[in-house]
């Protein structure tokens, strides 16, 4: 009987799987009944995990077990993105109920296995994923999370995980693994054991070297750092690539995360895109996802550097090329889609203060969660320690009100190292906030330069470390990373972020890079000190419109000219400035916040007039023709969609409204 070719890739991808039996006897212990609930595998980049994963969920299928993957770098890092992402692969229903979801995954099987790869990139979610969803789990459900960092302290800090909790770390192979996976790749005798030396065991600079021996018979390589090694190997890969089209197309993708079809299209407009992506999708270092192809991140990383190097205007061309790109796709992204928009635009931004602001790359060992009755004594303690009297009963009466809005970071023993106030202004009564001077100054700034409906508000009130009170310091980054979180979790309604920083000169370089603006009028004198007001508004795109502005700053990218000028509240035309009524602003900056899509009438009925629409009123249609006539020769861009409503046309995917703070 023939065999299916997914058979035969399968056997060919276990002959060349090498060593790591004592990984994958911990891994298997988590089938019996007495094994570990949850495992951490953690290693650099390259180092195997992947393919320990694809081993050991072979091993868990024949064993009987049910294997449900999830790679975290198409999830967005929500609760809801990641139920989302789940139920997508339980094939039932979306739902936001932690609960609910984890019942169905624990019904999969007798023992079901959830594996997380690459979950260094879901780091926002730590708390969330320990607290919440793990321990709503049935007890025939095994997580295993595979990614760079091990565990925060945190998980070991819960009482009772004791032997349910495991990491195991994952190393270089053994020197003899390693001389024998070049040999299963057709490299021997004493050439291999000095590879095998000079690639530090690592398996993926094994492979490419493996992969340059073809044309190199007794390559040698200089010893030294393993980044080196993979540079070097990295080249002559690309030195190997048969045809030039191959090579150009590996350098012009290495700027982004993620290779599509439609990237490719733009990047390279001459040749056939299918092509193209067939020809990389071939190469021994690229994945398909489920969106698009992924380089893997060492080889990707080495062919950019090397690109930068040699030809900068042709990596910043590419850059730009792709922004453009995704810029225009993510106008029309919906909801589910649109976290893998913000990634690939988080990647172009090399600015490690934003880059890090989101996924910090050193190890964060400190974790942000919930406060609760029993830190009491502790936060007060910090609060005090920090601010004076009257500031410490300002931010101690939120505590007292409305404990949820406050996080404690922990340190590694559990103890409470730090704290964190958010609130969301328009969930909270106007008494609360007009009691506290600091968000009473925000509130009044809201009055005078009021959000549009449906957009949100942030403030962020304080954040203290025990030892360095607001000064950076890890703690501090830690309550940054979780700010992040919320941020992701609240887009795209959220528009502005009000912060109160003590220490300005300290943050004011930082801030501005961000996108922060300080409101001189709003800052607060409190027990002798100064504490001033920032504010980061993302403009009517929210986070993802706000980090595609900072992308095409840093490439250099000219904005257009503005259509709206929110701040004044006034249309920007050729002819001059054109004044707008309250209910004309309100429309034209949800059409231009909705650029290029069909907006109902309902739904501007709904978030415009804040109305429920009964199909029979013509006051939206009214509107439109009296916004038409002040547009004048820009009127034909709100455009009708017949049997639907409305529709603004902007043909430069960088068009976008004017406001104060919405571009670094």
Known sequence: MPQRMSDLLAREAHRHFIGRSAELTALRAV?????????????????????????????????????VRLDCRSIEPTPAGFLSGLCAALGCGRSTDPGAVAARLGACGTTVVLTLDTCEVFRLMDTWMRQVFVPA??????????????????????PGWGTLLQSVALGPLGAQEAVALLGSLGVGGEGATRLARATHYHPLALRLAAAACEGRPGLALEEGPLQHALDALTRMFLADVGDPVTRRVLEGVSVARRTTISLLRSLFPEFAPQDLFERLRRLPFVDAASDGLLIHDAVREAIARSLRASDPSRY??????????????????????????????LYLVENPVVREAFFPSGTQQLAVEPACAADDAELRAIVRAHDGARAATALLGWWQRLPQAFSVVRGRDGEVVGLCCKLLPDDLAPGWLEEDPLTAAWCAHLACRPLALGERALFCRRWLSRDEGELPCEVQAAIWLDLKRSYMELRPALRRVYLAIRELPTYAPVAQRLGFTVLAEQAVELDGAAYHSALLDFGPGSVDGWLAELAAAELGIPRVPTLLDVDARELVLEGGRVGLTPLEFDLMHYLLAHRNKAVSRGELLRHVWGATYDGASNVVDAAVCTLRRKLGEQSHRLETVSGVGYRLRCHDAGYGPHGHGAAA
């Open 137 to 158: 789990l049935t007890d025939n459900v095994r997580v295993l999370f595979f990614g760079r960092e091990r565990p925060l302290a945190a998980w070991q800090a819960v």
């Open 316 to 345: 910043l061309d590419h850059q730009r090329t792709a922004w453009r790109q995704l810029r225009a796709e993510t106008e029309f992204a919906g909801r589910s889609e649109l976290w893998r928009y913000t990634a690939d635009m």
């Open 31 to 67: 089938l019996d009944a007495g094994g570990a609930r949850v495992v951490h595998v953690h290693g650099i980049a390259g180092i195997g995990k992947s393919a320990l994963l694809e081993h050991f969920a072979d091993a868990a299928r024949q064993a009987g077990a049910v294997v």
